[in-house]
């Protein structure tokens, strides 16, 4: 027991002190639900690995969570627990805060003042660093302070220091990132299965892989959110996730996929992001990829990031994006590698983002109508003589030309599929054809999918 | 042009003074070949870049190469080029020395010359390493210096730094690197256009991606360098190349590929090291893994490294092993890594093998004869009755049971192949097993790959 905690069993706070035992690192949890958790026991059951890669002991020094009850067994004694955040992260006990609430208030408050008492912080809170990143950034670099968020992108996959350090030397010309795992189980069980998006979206909220409420990952909000921060690591560009093109998987159906197939593709939600000459795409959507890409085999909750690099090339990296371990791990690495930098006097994470604080710019975007795919189109048509023509006829006066088509099977009634694969357009002609087409009486609707064919 | 540099263009040393402009740091490198030059050019290309980055600038102070010629487009003009790397290495203006001259001697001592010199070191050379680490690193630790080695185990892949802190929280069981890019490239050709051996090493040779004498590669030995940096940093334990066991591909056949393929595997060099409650296994050999498995994928010239680990499971970490550009990514991002601690008044690296310099510790490394594997085997036996009922028996005695068998085609004359897979067995069983029946007389030979099912 660390002297500062000297404390008898009946207060329920313990006595604090600056502490100055140099052989331990001590830690706050603001907010222990499921990764909150996991960080726990990482802390307990790896407790002798970290003496011996740190040369000092962690000590869990408290743990803001209102709905927390003690659980001796993992640590979690009730004079650990307190319902007050505020405090906790300017006690000066504290080495590291962990904030794990998510979201942006108090999040947002807690960090700032955590920074500003001289504590580092560790989050894995993307939804407040997309918005209010350059904030929080600021403030660590004012206050010689690091931010450690490992754990917001790609749960356990290591992205963000591969960005910033590993990647350091070269350029990024592209990232490609299957980011959000509820999209990926649920398009790969929609692919495996056969499924409907309502039933495999049933399945994965029954599983405990999808939210009740699940708009912010299937409309994908969440992978937005992790795209500005891959953004502003590979290209050290600013970015909020109001600028990013954004469009979910619900409208996938089980016919694209079959015919995604039949293409030689398979559809993921990807968040991409290029830089064309200075010039950021950033779009979140359900992409298809050629099926012989290493991207198209990342199957269920898994994420991978597929990085384009000028001298490097292609490299991917590959894990669990999420569940209470995994996601602590990334928690857990970021917390040992700031308490190797307080051990040896420095500070880490001098560049968060990978830049000097001042030196990250507000980006040029690209907008959505300039961006160049290709395109798979479908469209349920009157099953009548010209149909095809008609169409075909739109998109070669918008200069979008077709590379094959798909006319096989009768559909419903009278309606069957037309499914036609493009060439390269920029979205603005198939958006101006899209609209012709809509007006054609022999067309009864129609559905696009964005292709990344070389990726 | 730093104050350090001012000369004439006549001299041929440069008058040397110890810099103290804060807005340079100082890159000596040793030797200029392949990845050298990739470093001159990562250099000149992303001055701009690193120089945003680092709030500093980059200055190449010199290079030591018997045979460079001056290439003033390049940047590498005669003023910079010596031939005395022992006093570049010591020259008090500089601040990071890049080792790529290869092999132990003098890259060794010129190390620890130049560690000792306060400078800090950056290397790509795993043979030093795993040979001579320990000494390396408890100097880098004595004189506070950091070591810089990221391009010495998958080229441009970021798997030193991924073990060393990303996955630092965590425990790792097991580690499967395709970490040969000849290796991997042979098999590929082999497994795709069913060529035999010879014939893709000679394809490798001419293209480029093999050695004239391609020994250290095809033999494995250059994987067990590798493997020995992996085990390091994922285990916490040291160990030397003579103490893995290894076996390379030259054995391998065209005939092996087909088999493995109709039985669902697709062989692969493997480096293979896992952690069985501290008792450490370290291998290289072939192995034949489920064609399903992303490592299956990892085709021609590129590495990948899949490691498990307890809490996060499963990650994987995939890019170009080799080539001019993509290992000197790697050096450039210890280089700057290591100029933004300098800048920061810390150094980094202060664990470059994740530990402190102390606490890595000889490990108990498993034998050979202990590991447990499944087994594909192929015997070359006399097309009469009752091969099969021998072999099998051989092997029942030896408490090996056998999965499937393929014996569908006839051989050359008198001889057909019989093919089995076994279930998991020590590898003594099956060394007995083998000469047990290598003493039959209608079985002319025998050949086995080790099956790893589960990783």
């Known amino acids: 027991m660390p002297a500062g905690h000297l404390t008898t069993k009946h207060r329920t706070e313990p006595a604090v002190t600056a502490h100055t035992d140099a052989r331990l690192v001590r830690v706050a949890l603001l907010g222990c639900g499921t990764v909150g958790e996991g960080v726990v026991r990482l802390l307990r059951r790896n407790a002798e690995m970290f003496e011996r890669k740190l040369g000092a002991a962690f000590d869990l020094a408290g743990v803001a969570d209102r709905s927390l009850r003690p659980n001796p067994a993992l640590g979690l004694e009730s004079r650990l627990i307190t319902r007050d ?26 960090m700032l003042k955590a920074l500003e008492a001289g504590k580092d912080v560790v989050t894995a809170n993307k939804a407040l660093l997309a918005e209010n990143g350059d904030e929080i950034f600021r403030t660590a670099a004012k206050c010689g302070r690091a931010v450690g968020f490992e754990a917001s992108v790609g749960g356990g996959v290591p992205i963000i220091r591969t960005l910033r350090e590993a990647l350091a030397g070269d350029r990024q010309l592209a990232v490609y990132g299957i980011v959000n795992g509820t999209c990926n189980s649920i398009l790969s069980v929609m692919t495996e299965a056969g499924t409907e998006f309502e039933d495999a979206l049933r399945q994965a909220q029954e599983s405990g892989l999808a939210e009740a409420d699940p ?45 995604a197939r039949q293409l030689g593709y398979t559809i993921k939600l990807l968040a991409i992001a290029k830089d064309d000459n200075g010039a950021i795409e950033a779009r979140v959507h359900p992409t298809m990829i050629p099926r012989r890409h290493l991207l198209a085999d990342v199957a269920g909750a898994f994420n991978a990031i597929y990085v384009h690099s000028e001298a490097l090339g292609p490299t991917m990296y590959y894990g669990q994006g999420a569940g209470q371990l995994p996601t602590a ?35 040029s975007i690209k907008r959505m109508d300039d961006v160049v795919c290709e395109y798979y189109l479908r469209f349920m048509a009157r099953d009548q003589p010209g149909v095809l023509g008609a169409i075909a006829s739109v998109l070669g006066r918008n200069r979008i030309s077709i590379a094959s088509v798909i006319q096989q099977e009768r559909g419903v009634g009278s309606t069957v599929p037309v499914i036609m694969r493009t060439h390269e357009a920029p979205e603005r002609n198939l958006k101006r054809a899209l609209m012709a087409i809509a007006k054609l009486k022999m067309v009864e609707s129609s559905a696009f999918i964005r292709i990344e064919e070389r990726l």
Do not use: W
């Open 215 to 259: 708009t912010l990952d299937i409309e994908g909000h969440d992978a937005a959110h992790k795209l500005c921060l891959l953004v502003t690591l590979a290209f050290g560009v600013l970015l909020k996730p109001a600028r990013v093109f954004t469009e979910g998987i619900s409208r996938i159906t089980r016919a694209d996929i079959n015919y």
């Open 85 to 110: 955040p505020a405090s906790l992260v300017i006690r000066p006990d504290i080495d590291i805060v962990v904030e794990l609430f998510g979201g942006q208030e108090p999040a947002r408050s807690l």
């Open 329 to 363: 791990t990334a928690v857990m690495a970021d917390i040992l590698e700031i308490a190797r930098h307080r051990r040896a006097g420095s500070r880490g994470g001098a560049h968060a983002l990978g830049y000097p604080a001042g030196a990250v710019r507000p980006g």
